[in-house]
């Protein structure tokens, strides 16, 4: 069964950047859709971004997008997340999962979660 590590968290001023990694081992996450999911305090985890398996195509949820790209590394089965101008609320843990499909952005549609990275953002 895949297990899916987060990597990359810490605290950052606000304007900053972060780059998350999540690493795949006990199996290939090549033929999968992935996705960045987060959950800050209080809050119910969201969606932040997701990537076809072939890294053809992305999606992000409106809060992140224009400023966050999701990327991957097959052959090193890893995603990433490359977060730019960030803002006191992206602090949140950040968590990586695995779908089976392409199009569903919820959080009952990923499975194998993480164990999430924390991102802090001081203003």
């Known amino acids: 069964q895949v297990q899916l590590v987060e990597s990359g968290g810490k605290l950052v001023q606000a304007g900053g950047s972060l780059r998350l990694s999540c690493e795949a081992t006990g199996g290939s996450i090549g033929t999968y859709t992935m996705g960045w999911f987060r959950q800050a305090p209080g809050k119910e985890r969201e969606f932040a971004a997701a990537?076809?398996?072939?890294?053809?195509?992305?999606q992000y949820a409106e809060s992140v997008k224009d400023r966050f790209t999701i990327s991957r590394d097959n052959a090193k089965n890893t995603v990433y997340l490359q977060m730019n101008s960030l803002k006191p609320e992206d602090t949140a843990v950040y968590f990586c999962?695995?779908?089976?499909?392409?199009?569903?952005?919820?959080?009952?549609?990923?499975?194998?979660w993480g164990q999430g990275t924390q991102v802090t953002v001081s203003s």
């Open positions: 999962a695995i779908s089976q499909r392409w199009g569903r952005w919820s959080v009952p549609d990923f499975y194998s």
């Open positions: 990537i076809y398996y072939t890294g053809d195509y992305t």
